[in-house]
Structure formats: C-alpha cells, structure tokens
C-alpha cells in the first residue's frame, strides 16, 4: 500500500472515530506494516470446504440401565465435546483419534418446585475413547467422499488422586444446577470434584489437560487419567477434595454464562502453551452486545497464565468490524486447534445458521491478562488501546451442513443446499494434515428423541474435511 494512501485512510479513520493519537497508532498495528490483512481468500477463490470420508461411530454402552432408579436409561456413546488427533496419519490412510464426552445426559423438566435438572443416568461418568480409523484416503483425485471404518481401542474414565471416578454432576456453589434422578423427586449429591469437560488436549509423554465449564477450571491429567491438579479463578471457594486445587486463573473468568464456560483447548506445537477458549463472551448483557470472548494461555509445566486475549465474535472482512457493527445471533466458539506457536484455528457458529472456521493470530493482538479492564461492553475494543485476535476466514461450511444433517439423522433431514442449517452443534476440531481437518458433533446423547417421538434420533459422527487451501 502506497505510503499516501495509507495516511489518508489513517485521517479518514481517525476523523469519523473522534480521536486521534492511541488510534492511530492501533490502526496501524492491526493492519501490520502498512498493509492490510485480507480477511477473504483471492477473489474468485472459494471458500468451501469437501467432505473426503465421514463414519457413525457405533452406539457403545457408557451406562447400564439401573432399574433401581426410576426412569433411568442407558447411556450410548454420545454428547461428544472433543476430538484430538492421538497417532498421525500414515500412508495406509490410517490414524488414531481420542474422543471426549461431556458430563452426560441432562434435561430440565417441569416439578412442583418449577423447573429442575435431571440426570437421565446417575450412574454415568464422563469418558474418554480412544479409536482407530483406517479407510482415509486423501487422494485429490477422489470425486466422492469415502466411508470410514472407526474400531473403539480404548476407553477410561476420570479419577482423583485417590482414585474415586470423577463425575460430571455440578460442585454444589451458588450459581449452579442442583441435580435430580430422573423422575425429578430427589436430588443427587453434589461432587466437589465434578466436571462438565469441553476440550481436551495430549502432550507427546502422554499425559492431557481437560477444560470444563462449571467454574470454568483446567485440569491436568495422567495417562491413566488421574486428574492430578485443577486450576480455577481466583475467588472461587471450591471445598477441599483429594485433587489439588490452584486459585490462580483471573477471577473474571468465573463470570461465564452457565453452560458456555471453557470450551475448546489446543496445544502449541512446542508444548509449552495450552489455549483455553471461553464458549461465549461472559454473563451480562454488554458482553453479549459487544461479541467480545476471552482467550487464555497457560503454561503447561505449572498451569499458570502467561497471556489472554479479547476474540472479537462475527464477521472481519466487516468494515465496522473493529469499531460497532452487528453481533451474530447468540455466537459460540465451538472448537479450537493450533496451527503454529500463536496461530489457532477457531469453529465459530450462531443461531443466523453461519460456521465457519477461521485462522487466528495472536502475534499482533493486546495481551489484556492483568490489565485490569473492564472490556465487557466494549465494542470500539481500539478505542480503549486493545487489539482483538485477527481473524482471517479460511472456510465457510455452508455447503456441506445439509451433508452433516444428512449424516447425522440418518437421512431423515435433507437441507437444501442454500438452506439455513442450524443446530448441528459441531464441538471437535482437530487437524489431520496441512489441508485436512476432522470435525466430530455432539448429539445430547439423544436426550430430545428418548422424550419425543417427532424429533429425530441424532447419530454421533466423524467427517474429514478438504480446506480451499493448505494451512
């Protein structure tokens, strides 16, 4: 960009924001040096994304059926928050994923104390499954996507220090769901060692970190999944129990949304930073406006934060993206992985029907972590000094969601191509190789099918997908 053109977009900016100085200076930062980043690919380039092999993977048993609890069910493999690529790719087409369930089936019904959460399986514990899948051919010259075959390897649960199960029933605080059996007449004990786990993460040694969304918390874990420490925000007063417990996240961090707390973790490629994503921005209504979300890294030999920064929801190639504009409808971040030592790729999704996956940068973005700023309702984020993540669109997965709804209700929802699909809850991301990615879905382990004879049976399915080009 010409050095003119340049100061003229500067005085053109700083003239329709009323003021000068602080940004100016964070304009150009944004744009780099003195050229802007284009948030779209080469014109004429597309966007889309192919599905080059998809699988269902089989209804495993989690959970018998307990016939001394009234209305209890079995729970199969479902409620699906993560997936991590655990052996790469080889030349045969095969590899190894490692899946993530959620705290298990819940519903809210209605009793006479009003409306009240259920545990539809009190017995159930959230799980880790390792498969293998082979059948993955990345051959470019393939018109038709092919079928995988997954074969369940492994499976374990989660456990304290002393070896109790962890389960995925709420810590008991003020702020969080009291819990039933599934008729609603009695409550289930509280466990201070709960979680309600979204993202997974696995170093090279073998051992993981988990984020979950009750506190929100980090959880450090063993190969055999001993969860051995559990960081939280400070100020949150969670009883003692025989994992360790670590005050040292940023208190703001325990002002989630309920149910939208961490939800996707990645790994840098040196193993020295995991990146804990919030879902949503936090609980009040001018974070919700300002579409502003938090990002966190932690260092990975002792939990603590080395940075944080503001991840702006919605659309970059926006002009008033940086500084006003429209928040998509109820935006989540979905799912995360690294691509580089500050470079992430984030699903994002709305209630407008959009998800897209977007590469991010950290390198040129205001590290906020102890800055003490109230950056909630803050649209105009260059106004107060601080550079959100840059975003850059890598793929759009409109043209392949009515395939996912295909996929996942067995055929008995066929979109059109074109047609707003929404609902999907996409929740796992994970890279496969420079130009493949795998995306899993999160079905509610079919709570709304188990009570509903018109809603559809969800199946819990893996796809890998082709990106437009290589990361």
């Known amino acids: ?250 208190a703001h961090y325990a002002k989630r949304r309920a149910n939208r707390g961490f939800e996707s973790l990645a790994l840098s490629p040196d193993e020295s930073t995991i990146w804990a994503l919030m879902q949503s921005p936090f609980d009040n209504e001018a974070a919700e406006r300002s579409g502003n979300v938090r990002l966190l890294g932690c260092n990975t030999e002792n939990g603590q934060p080395t940075s944080e920064y503001v991840y702006r929801l919605g659309d970059p190639a926006a002009a008033d993206f940086l500084t006003g504009g429209v928040v998509p409808d109820d935006g989540k971040l979905c799912a995360m992985a690294a691509i580089g030592p500050k470079k992430l790729l984030i699903l994002e999704q709305s209630d407008d029907g959009d998800t897209k996956i977007y590469r991010c940068e950290l390198g040129k973005a205001t590290n906020v972590l102890n800055k003490d700023k109230n950056l909630d309702g803050v649209r105009n984020l260059l106004q107060v000094g601080v550079v959100p993540v840059n975003k850059t669109l890598v793929a759009d997965l409109a043209n392949i969601l009515p395939s996912f709804a295909s996929d996942i209700t067995a055929g008995q929802w066929q979109p059109e191509v074109g047609e707003q699909v929404a609902g999907l809850k996409l929740e796992g991301l994970a890279v496969l190789d420079s130009k493949h990615v795998i995306v899993v879905n999160d079905n509610d382990f079919n709570v709304d099918s188990l009570f509903d004879e018109n809603e559809v049976k969800r199946r819990s399915c893996v796809w890998v997908l082709s990106l437009p080009e290589s990361l």
């Open 1 to 250: 960009m010409a050095h003119s053109h340049q100061s003229q977009m500067l005085s053109k900016a700083a003239a329709a924001l009323h003021f000068c100085g602080v940004v100016a200076v964070f304009f150009i930062f944004w744009m780099g040096n003195g050229e802007a980043e284009e948030p779209l690919l080469e014109s004429g380039k597309s966007l889309q994304c192919q599905i080059v092999a998809s699988a269902v993977f089989p209804e495993i048993i989690l959970a018998q059926e307990d016939p001394s609890v009234s209305q209890d069910v079995p729970v199969v493999l479902g409620g699906i928050s993560d997936v991590t690529v655990e052996k790469a790719i080889d030349d045969s087409g095969q590899f190894v994923i490692r899946l993530l369930t959620d705290r298990g089936p819940s519903r809210k019904i209605e009793t006479v104390d009003g409306k009240q959460r259920v545990f539809l399986n009190p017995s159930f514990v959230p799980t880790v499954l390792v498969f293998g899948v082979s059948g993955c051919s990345l051959d470019k010259s393939r018109s038709e996507s092919k079928k995988l075959k997954v074969k369940l390897q492994s499976q374990f649960s989660l456990q304290t220090l002393s070896g109790k199960v962890i389960t995925g029933r709420s810590n008991g605080l003020k702020g969080d769901d009291s819990i039933a059996i599934p008729s609603g007449e009695e409550l289930l004990a509280s466990d201070v060692n709960g979680i309600d786990p979204e993202g997974c993460t696995l170093l090279a040694d073998g051992t993981f970190w988990l984020c979950e969304e009750y506190r929100p918390s980090l959880l450090c874990c063993e190969p055999n999944g001993m969860v051995t420490k559990r960081f939280i925000p400070k100020g949150v007063k969670l009883p003692s129990s025989d994992i360790q417990i670590v005050e040292n996240l940023p």
